[in-house]
């Protein structure tokens, strides 16, 4: 019972040194939109097409400079395309990008 004891201790010891959870269930980095119009959807979709589409957002839109922690599910691989739909002038429009999640700590979004 001890050996489990001390073993939850060292993992939540993990857990808190490296700010991220032991298993690598998902991409987890903050995500700034520095584009010049609000962030009303935010998609993410591996590249080699093995997951499906992810909103990350769900339905709280992000301003102009804000910055959110962002959560993708990890289906197994690091490379992703993002896109993004944003508000602007009473219409919409969308910037796409890719981005490798693997190792990122910090992804910013930026008009082109």
């Known amino acids: 019972m001890r050996i489990f004891k001390l073993f939850g201790l060292g993992l939540a ?4 040194m ?29 590249i080699d ?13 992000l301003g102009i400079g804000k910055s959110r922690v962002i959560s993708v599910p990890n289906d197994g691989t690091c490379k992703y395309g993002v896109l993004g739909e944003f508000e602007q002038d009473g219409g919409y429009y ?5 981005v490798d999640l693997c190792g990122v700590g910090r992804y910013t979004l930026r008009d082109r």
């Open 13 to 16: 010891a993990f857990t808190v």
């Open 49 to 61: 097409g093995t997951g499906g589409k992810t909103e990350v957002l769900n339905k709280h839109g």
């Open 18 to 46: 490296t700010g991220t959870p032991y298993s690598a269930d998902s991409h987890r980095f903050v995500f700034v939109n520095d584009t010049k119009a609000a962030l009303i959807r935010l998609t993410f979709r591996s």
């Open 94 to 98: 969308d910037l796409m990008d890719k």
